[in-house]
């Protein structure tokens, strides 16, 4: 395995955070379904594993099906109402419908919203010695959008996205207690906020945003969602919705300053932009790591798991 070992490997090694793909690599010759002990959980790096995983919804579950080892407090979390994205079947499929056709509608100015959000900070720079990508424009263009799809009033965003970047950062098993605390507060807070913002009147007699859309179905007879669900889901999508896109403006930047001739194609071609996304998307994925649970027993590459075990489809390596 030329010095290669499985057991050594540590995901929160600076160098591997810095370049994973090298380490990717040899997992996918060496070892390519591999536990790994800080997330307690077998990393698939290969796409035939990972596609299995991202599309058996019946042996790939969100949500553990064994009893939750949590102990109280956090055990009673696991009651609390779930998005979409952390929803199994059968809600799943009676909620993902309906959000998918509500949010066509209400994402269908997003790309005149984020054309005008960035010429307003693009002429604002003009005026400016110095222009940091991430914090002047990689963050706001996607937050702006998302501010006005889901309804959310200017001058309430910059504690939602203090909120959001303490949920993101609770996420990362090594972050201290104090820190994963913090985040399930504001998580929580993001919620209570949805709720707060459902109980005012609509502003319109036609809902006129995505949360207020989601509400005002849920009110209907008979409908498929409930306000659990908007509540849920209108947190999960301000968590969501705007740190994915800022992450691919950054890395898509890093990959085209790193390749000028693939810079130049792209100036002489704009019209290839939508596929050069759909590169950098795959190339450096967003979302490096998908969890899933094992509903029976099954095998993935030469590993034999079993009920109740823990998978991650690291797409940033079958990609």
Not at 78 to 90: G, H, I, Q, R, Y
Not at 147 to 175: F, H, K, T
Not at 192 to 218: G, L, W
């Amino acid at each position: 395995m030329s010095g290669f070992d499985p057991a050594q490997f540590d995901p929160h090694d600076p160098s591997f955070l810095a370049d994973p793909f090298p380490t990717y690599a040899l997992f996918r010759q060496h070892k390519p379904v591999s536990f790994v002990v800080p997330y307690n959980s077998w990393w698939c790096f290969r796409y035939a594993e990972c596609q299995h995983i991202l599309t058996d919804d019946e042996t790939f579950l969100k949500n553990n099906p064994l009893p939750p080892s949590s102990t109280p407090p956090l055990a009673v979390l696991a009651t609390l109402p779930k998005s979409v994205f952390e929803s199994d079947n059968p809600h799943h499929d009676q909620v993902r419908p309906v959000l998918d056709r509500l949010l066509a509608t209400a994402i269908s100015s997003a790309p005149s919203l984020a054309t005008t959000i960035a010429e307003q900070i693009l002429i604002q720079t003009k005026a400016s010695s110095r222009f940091e990508l991430i914090s002047n424009f990689a963050t706001p263009v996607p937050a702006g959008v998302l501010q006005r799809i889901l309804g959310v009033p200017g001058e309430d965003l910059p504690i939602l996205m203090q909120w959001v970047q303490a949920n993101i950062v609770a996420n990362d098993i090594s972050a201290p207690a104090s820190l994963k605390g913090a985040g399930l507060t504001c998580a929580l807070a993001l919620t209570e906020y949805f709720t707060a913002k459902s109980r005012c009147p609509m502003h319109q007699a036609t809902p006129s945003n995505f949360f207020e859309m989601m509400c005002d179905e849920a009110s209907q007879e008979s409908a498929s969602i409930s306000l659990d669900d908007a509540l849920a889901n209108g947190r999960t999508v301000m968590i969501a919705g705007y740190a994915s896109t800022t992450f691919l403006i950054g890395s898509g930047t890093v990959r085209l300053t790193s390749h000028p001739d693939q810079l130049e194609t792209l100036r002489r071609d704009p019209a290839r932009m939508p596929e050069a996304v759909e590169e950098m998307l795959r190339i450096d994925s967003p979302v490096q790591l998908i969890d899933r649970y094992v509903s029976r027993d099954v095998t993935l590459g030469d590993v034999q798991l079993r009920a109740g075990d823990k998978v991650t489809a690291v797409t940033g390596s079958a990609n």
